[in-house]
């Protein structure tokens, strides 16, 4: 090839390059950040679960109260995933064995052996996301764990 011919046109070609790229950078942008956000809700996800069943483990054990286990939770959720204590909603459900006496308030301290506990997390995304976007606003993350008294 030609030497003037090649700088020739290599001169005309940086402009397209610059057009391509003002095209192609904004949807690459959008793009890894959506990945980004994504990954992080799965990542809170992943620790609104473990939350879950580490106070489930707490709320089995005899002399542990619902206070104690939601304390633990929302301390769980901010020292782990930097979420405020006020954004962490925790449900703890008791289902008395059969043979057991009711329990409708739910308290942990009343509990008899066999008792099913249910501990439910749960966390607004708006609370966790990074990037203030449409598609995941209004969505909640949950966990949810169950385990038999002790």
Known sequence: MNR??????????RGAVTVEMALV???FTMLVFGIIEFGRGFMIMQLVTNAAREGCRRAIIDGSTNSDVTS????FMQTSGNVAPANTTVTITVTPATGNPANPTSNLASCASRDLVNVKVQIPFSAVQLITAKYLSGKTLKGEASMRHE
């Open 25 to 27: 950078l904004p949807i």
């Open 4 to 13: 003037r011919w090649k700088e020739r046109w290599n001169q005309g070609r």
């Open 72 to 75: 633990y939770i929302q301390t």
